[in-house]
Structure formats: C-alpha cells, structure tokens
C-alpha cells in the first residue's frame, strides 16, 4: 500500500508504516514520484517522499553512531548517500551516470550487507553512521 496525501504529518507517516504502507507520498511530490512508489511498492521496497524522509530522519542524528567500521565499498557509500538524501533509483541513477537497475542493484547488496530490510531503513542507517548531509 502506498498512502499519497497532502497531510505532511509525522504522526501520520508513523501511523501509515507501522500499518503496512511501503510508501508514503505527498500529493505535491508529482506524478514521475508516484510511479516510482508504486514500482517500489510492487518490488518490495519502500519510498517516502524526499522532504518527509529528510525531516524523520534529522531526528536519528541524535542517536548514537555505530561503533562499527563502514563496511561498504566507496560506490556503495556514495549511494547510501543519495538514498539519504531521498533520492530515487532513477535519481541516483542520473546522479551517479549509472542505470536505475544498477543502482537498484546496489542498494539490495548494501541491504544485505547491512541487514537492512529497505532503503528507508538504509537512509536511517547512513544518518546514524554520520554519512548523511544535515
């Protein structure tokens, strides 16, 4: 399910994720936004609208970084990166001169290798780790 509101509300988006949404869009994100909530719904990912996942996850910032090293490689650390900044497959893509498939491709190893279960959860991560821009 993905929820496509005007409400730009944390509680709302708290209430949406823990009932089952994998995204969580705001009408004013466009339509090229929605359609890629909608593929990542349907592949299992999760999509949040850029200036609400940015907000939510300034609030992490506050926790404790990881002790542990960063286990990813350089081109994977680039794309934690953009993932916390919101960006999309197809954004990263554009951003880094690589396809959208491929960087789909290496947020489900940087996944993996971190243990995460989605790019949301991956964004929380690098924003916990320090690498993501305030």
């Not at 960006?87 to 290798?113: R, V």
Request: glycine letters at 8%; a positive charge; hydrophobic letters at 50%.
């Amino acid at each position: 399910m993905v929820v496509v509101t005007t409400f730009d509300h944390d509680a709302y988006v708290d209430g949406a994720l823990r009932n089952g949404a994998c995204g969580f869009l705001l009408k004013r994100s466009g339509p090229a936004l929605l359609v890629e909530g909608v593929r990542a719904a349907v592949a299992g990912d999760a999509l949040i609208s850029p200036e609400v996942t940015v907000r939510l996850l300034r609030a992490v910032t506050a926790a404790p970084r990881p002790d542990a090293p960063n286990p990813l490689t350089n081109r994977e650390t680039d794309i934690v990166r953009l993932v916390a900044r919101g960006l999309t497959n197809a954004q990263i893509g554009a951003e880094l001169f690589i396809s959208p498939g491929t960087a789909k491709t290496h947020i489900a190893n940087i996944q993996t290798k971190l243990g995460l279960h989605n790019r949301v959860a991956v964004a929380a991560w690098a924003w916990r780790a320090g690498l993501a821009d305030p």
